[in-house]
């Protein structure tokens, strides 16, 4: 049976990935967990907050990097706690040394700490800039189609709108902004924050997105292992939904057995 994590791999920045969930490691209890939960959710793109987490910058604190290794997994550090784009190029800029040479990022710059919504007009200066170092970014923005093309335009590698408020577990909010988010993309959209459990997941997918990251609603949850691996199936169910065409929607019902020659 083929399927799609083997025929249908998700590519970004010229590089093939066979999972479409992309995870968080911020908010679990230690390193051990954060690890047990990338291995139950299949990601092979974890996401890295590079002001909060030690990749070997303070010598004296565990290192993420020994229980996520660059060899095994494709980190991504992102510029999570910029509130400007000179912070967040710097915060790029970091990254790219510690990790030797490191190109692909997260781009994330906050408008407030209240809803961290994305400041769109930083994000836009800052993704000009780094596309310009010859970073490859990914970048989180708002739901607005324009403000997506415009990031596309500027060279960003994938485009990832969030479905909700950063760890609100709230779902998507607004799936027809998606729709046209995706519709006139020629570059990967994920969805990027506010989801909550499993059924966002694969709505998100069914909607067409090219993968989902998450990071609350697996290091949140009572059994944070138990509902990655959740995560890691509701994305492929949506993923396959979306590829085999749902049925149309009727108003009316629609006999699923024949009632063509009937005996009586």
């Known amino acids: 049976m083929t399927t799609p994590t083997t025929h249908d791999p998700l590519i970004i920045a010229g590089k093939t990935y066979r999972s479409r969930l992309l995870t968080g490691t911020g908010k679990f209890k230690d390193f051990q967990q954060t690890r047990e939960a990338t291995d139950a959710a299949g990601a092979e ?21 020994d229980f996520l290794p660059p060899d095994r997994f494709t980190l991504l550090p992102n510029t999570a706690g910029c509130y400007n784009a000179e912070d967040a190029v710097r915060t790029c800029q970091l990254a790219r040394e510690l ?10 710059v906050l408008g407030d700490p209240k809803t961290l919504f994305p400041h769109i007009t930083q994000t836009l200066i800052a993704a000009e800039r780094l596309v310009a170092d010859g970073f490859d970014v990914m970048v989180y923005t708002s739901d607005d189609p324009i403000v997506a093309k415009q990031l596309e335009q500027i060279g960003c590698v994938a485009i990832m709108p969030l479905a909700a408020p950063i ?25 990027d924050a506010g989801v909550g459990t499993a059924s966002d997941a694969a709505i998100a997918m069914e909607l067409g997105c090219d993968g989902v990251l998450m990071n609350t609603a697996i290091a949140a949850a009572k059994d944070p292992i138990l509902m990655a691996s959740a995560m890691c199936k509701a994305v492929q169910a949506g993923r396959e939904a979306f590829l085999a065409g749902r049925m149309p929607k009727r108003r009316y019902a629609n006999a699923s057995s024949p009632l063509d020659g009937l005996f009586f």
Do not use: C, F, M, Y
């Open 45 to 65: 793109i974890v996401t890295v907050a590079l002001r909060r987490t030690n990749l070997g910058q303070n010598k004296a604190e565990a290192n993420l990097l």
């Open 99 to 108: 990790l030797d040479g490191h190109k692909l990022v997260k781009l994330e």
């Open 167 to 191: 760890g609100s577990g709230l779902g998507i909010q607004n799936k027809w902004s998606l729709l046209e988010i995706i519709e006139n993309a020629s570059v990967p959209v994920l969805v």
